[in-house]
Every structure is written in C-alpha cells, then in structure tokens.
C-alpha cells in the first residue's frame, strides 16, 4: 500500500508546487505574449524574503503563512518594477527580444541575490505542527506535503474564478484576445498588462516560500524549478491555466512513480515524461 500511496502523495504536492509556477508563467504568457524567464528568480527571491522574515523564530502556522504572503507581495512589487521599468519598452518588438530580456533580468537577479544573502547553502524551517506526518494505513505521510496540496487546489480555485467570474477577469481574457480593440473600448490595456504580470510575480513568490521547507536555497535555485516549469506550461498548451495543473499533475505523477519505481530514472523521469505526452498531444494537452 506504501509504495502506492506514499508516490502519489509525493507526486501530487510536487504538482501543486509546480502548478503555483507554471500557472503564473502560463498568465503573463497568454496575456502579454512572453516567456518569461524571470519568473525563475521570482520564485528564488520569494524563499529568500521569507527566509529573512522568519529566519531563527519558532514558527506557528498562522505565522508562516502570513510571511508567504508578504513575500508574494514584495516579489510581486518587484515584478511591477521590472514590468513597468523593462518590458513595457518591448512589448512592440519580436518576441525574442523580450525573452531575452526576461533571461537578463533572471541573471541579474541571481547576482544581486547572492550579494545579498550569499552563496551558502540556507534552509527555512517547517512550521510548527507540520513537521510531522499523519498516520495513515501504517504509513506516515508528509503532514507539509497534504497542506502544499490544498494550499495549490485553493489557489487555482481562486484563478479560475478571478479569469471567469470576475470583470476585471473578463477584461483580462478580452486583452488576451485583441489588445487593440479592448484598448479601443477605453480599457487601460497597459495597467492590465502590469496587473497581470505583478499577479504572475506573487505566485512565483509564494511557491519560493512553500517550497523552502522542502529544499536548500542557492541563487541558481529558480533556474531549477524554471525548467520544470516551462514544461508543464508546453506541455498543458501555452495559454491554459486547466492545461498547466493537469500538465503539472501529469508529469509530477510520472515523475515521482518513476523514481519510486526505477531509481535509475531520478532527476531524468520528469523530462522522460514530457517527451511522451508531447509525442501523444504535441500541441499540449488542453490546446
């Protein structure tokens, strides 16, 4: 029963993390049109702000997840920063130039982190009471890895009801659509394009930070996860919010049975999976 259930657990709270990534990366690509490799060093500099905040403290539930929070939002005013400061100059040019663009500012951003907090390995606590694990069928599952699990299900709840419930959801598909015409109608398309980019930010942050108890923070941290990140996004079709959390699900699941299973497949079963599902759906799964 363990070496089934304890996978899919595993692989589900990696699907979750991966989806709080890619479904920022899959926003600012289907509204502004950019691969953004930026969002890598958004998630690295979100663990480490949330490691400055709670670094030494004993901390409660309550507490930590109010520090992911504040890191969300100061990653998410650095996007706004970087948004308004870099991209806007190029969003008229090929697209190669602002993916370009994003992978300098992924680079300097590194750098600075390092200045910063240095080339160390640091690490970020589990908050109190989810150290453990939950007993269950004698096996003990990770009681963190349950909570990254709900915590991505609300928050994907929470997108697909702002996108298809909400107005400034539908002027947000609208400027997806045809920014011209939407910017016709007297709509702020560039406040739009700046929303959505700080909205993209804040996701990538708040992962950095769930994902801290679970890892070492190193500078070159978001190039790891940016990787991953890119691939479910292409894999669920580029522009799908549904797409990336079934991508992500998908290739988590591959990945964590894989390396259950095979060992010799660790650290190759995530990509191994994504070759498969892009030879069945080679335009992604929900394009």
Not at 137 to 151: E, G, L, R, W
Not at 179 to 192: E, F, H, R
């Amino acid at each position: 029963m363990s070496a089934v259930l304890l996978p899919l657990v595993n692989g589900l709270s990696q699907a979750m993390l991966l989806f709080l990534i890619a479904s920022g990366l899959t926003l600012v690509f289907g509204v502004l049109g950019i691969l953004n490799f930026s969002h890598g060093a958004f998630f690295m500099i979100g663990a480490y702000v949330g490691y400055s905040l709670i670094q030494g403290q004993d901390l409660s539930i309550g507490y930590f997840f109010l520090v992911v929070v504040l890191a969300g939002i100061a990653v998410g005013l650095l996007g706004m920063l970087i948004e308004v400061i870099v991209l806007r100059r190029i969003y008229k040019v090929d697209e190669i130039f602002a993916l370009i663009a994003t992978f300098a500012v992924l680079l300097i951003l590194e750098g600075g982190a390092h200045q910063i907090w240095g080339a160390n390995y640091l690490s970020v606590s589990f908050p109190q009471g989810l150290e453990g694990g939950l007993n269950f069928f004698d096996m003990v599952i990770p009681a963190y890895s349950i909570t990254v699990i709900v915590i991505g299900l609300v928050i994907g709840a929470i997108i697909y009801f702002t996108l298809q419930k909400t107005s400034f959801g539908k002027l947000i598909r609208a400027a997806a659509a045809d920014a011209k015409m939407t910017n016709a109608l007297g709509v702020n398309v560039p406040m739009i394009y700046t929303s959505v980019f700080i909205a993209g930010a804040f996701l990538a942050g708040v992962a950095g930070l769930i994902a801290a108890p679970t890892t070492v923070l190193t500078p070159t941290l978001g190039m790891t996860f940016i990787i991953q990140a890119f691939g479910a996004v292409v894999v669920g079709g580029l522009g799908s919010i549904p797409g990336a959390l079934v991508a992500s699900v998908v290739l988590s699941l591959i990945d964590s049975y894989l390396t259950s299973f095979v060992p010799s497949f660790a650290g190759v079963a995530f990509f191994f999976g994504m070759v498969i599902m892009l030879m069945i759906k080679p335009k992604g799964i929900l394009a």
